[in-house]
């Protein structure tokens, strides 16, 4: 497995996976990869998911975007009260640097990411404005910050809370960290994945999110639940059902 560390836009770091067939007379079909968090950061260590992806012949970009960890305290708190703006800018860079890769196939994008990661992937599919990607896989994660903040567990919400407030003394911040407002954007299909014994984010994000796709219509998307996960997918049978799905969800075809 092949990865360097890169650097993109406004001093964004991220690790980049490269399948060994990949060529400019070859180019392979690439996923952006958010990690999850936010205060946490992609690191140099075995991830079975990544492997999985470039095996299959994908390409990888994992952002360390603005908020992580391990490039200073100004850094990390960068998306203090910016939940959703500009981290994904940030991941929507990210993309715009694979594009440039003569090794990438820019046609053939793909975004996903677990818990804020998936809040992340969910915001690339709402505000990319200029149609990067090609499908968005969102695992475990919130869609509406507002009612998240009053549905999770006690950590999460005061995690929530140190670095956005609360919903009463920052609307504007959590309105616009809501990519449930902004469905209606949504040109791509999504993968919607959530384990139903989940505290930290609340099953029923997942529910307003696939409510409001089927309120305004004409998206594609498939939801699946898994009664015996928690805020991760640990046990076998729905780690291969998911895996099988995502495999499906990512095939980025360019027809």
């Keep these: 497995l092949e990865f360097r560390r890169v650097l993109f ?20 079909p690439a996923i952006v990869l958010p990690h999850g968090g936010p205060t946490s950061l992609y690191a140099d260590e075995w991830d079975g998911h990544v492997q999985c992806l470039v095996d299959r012949g994908f390409a990888v970009i994992a952002p360390n975007f603005r908020g992580s960890i391990s490039y200073g305290r100004a850094f990390e708190r960068l998306n203090h009260g910016d939940w959703g703006v500009g981290d994904t800018r940030d991941c929507l ?11 990438v196939d820019g046609d053939r994008l793909g975004v996903a990411g677990a818990s804020y990661g998936s809040y992340l992937a969910l915001l690339c599919a709402t505000d990319d404005d200029a149609g990067r990607f ?3 896989v969102c695992v475990y994660g919130d869609c509406d910050i507002r009612t998240s903040w009053a549905q999770g ?35 791509i299909p999504l993968l919607i994945a959530h384990g139903e014994r989940d505290e930290r984010v609340h099953p029923r994000q997942s529910e307003q999110l696939v409510a409001a796709l089927r309120s305004v219509g004409g998206r594609t998307f498939e939801y699946v ?24 969800s990512t095939r980025l075809n360019s027809s």
């Design 225 to 248: 639940t898994y009664p015996t996960e928690a805020h991760g997918f640990l046990r076998f049978e729905p780690q291969v059902d998911f895996h099988r799905r995502d495999r499906k």
């Design 153 to 187: 567990d006690r950590g999460g919400a005061q995690d929530l809370e140190r670095m956005m407030g609360t919903p009463h003394s920052n609307p504007a911040g959590y309105d616009a960290g809501s990519p449930v407002d902004r469905v209606d954007r949504v040109r």
């Design 9 to 28: 836009r406004s001093a964004i770091h991220a690790l980049l996976f490269r399948p060994r067939d990949a060529s400019a007379q070859s180019p392979a």
């Design 93 to 103: 860079a990210a993309a715009d640097f694979l594009r440039t890769l003569d090794w």
């Design 134 to 136: 090609r499908a968005a």
